[in-house]
């Protein structure tokens, strides 16, 4: 049984025969996924939906009518100046190297190449530090099943509110 879930950069619930050509997850022109989502009940369980504002894996944009769809109660999270990637191992590594760039040329390919566009979306120095985005994700997931399961459900609760989150990780919400 599924108590909770907790959707971080997630593919948004399509049917298997929507497309998702390439690396970067896209829907045709013509399929609605606000359509769609009226076709289909959310699980009646709390939640919990990360994205990322400069995510090209799965763009940003597929989270507001994911989070109108879903039961409540629900929490949006979009993290601020990152990307897909961010809990990738890699990541770290990726970012203090200045990105693909070298290993792109080693291996002869083209930077603007988009399996190197999405592995190193959220790790490029112009992001935000991984271990803080890491940090505030981490926050996140724990004191959203704390809250979920009541371990210390009074304190997990006041640690999910905007005011305190702004204050221990400022600037890493676009929005809350």
Known sequence: ?????ISV?????VPDDAPAPGVMFSLQDDFDLVDYLRTVVPADKPSMLIVA???????PYFGPPVYDWLAPP?????LADTGHNFLQDACVLIQEQGGLQAL?????????DPLIQAAEDGCLPEDAPVES????WNHLTVAHLNWVFDIDGDLAAA?????????MFPERMVEY
């Open 133 to 136: 985005v890491v940090a505030i």
């Open 159 to 167: 640690s999910l509110e905007a005011n305190y989150l702004d204050t």
């Open 1 to 5: 049984e599924v108590d909770t879930f």
């Open 74 to 78: 629900k929490r949006y999270v979009e």
């Open 53 to 59: 504002d400069n995510d090209i894996v799965v763009p």
């Open 104 to 112: 792109a040329d080693a291996f002869g390919l083209d930077r603007e």
């Open 9 to 13: 950069t997630g593919v948004p619930p």
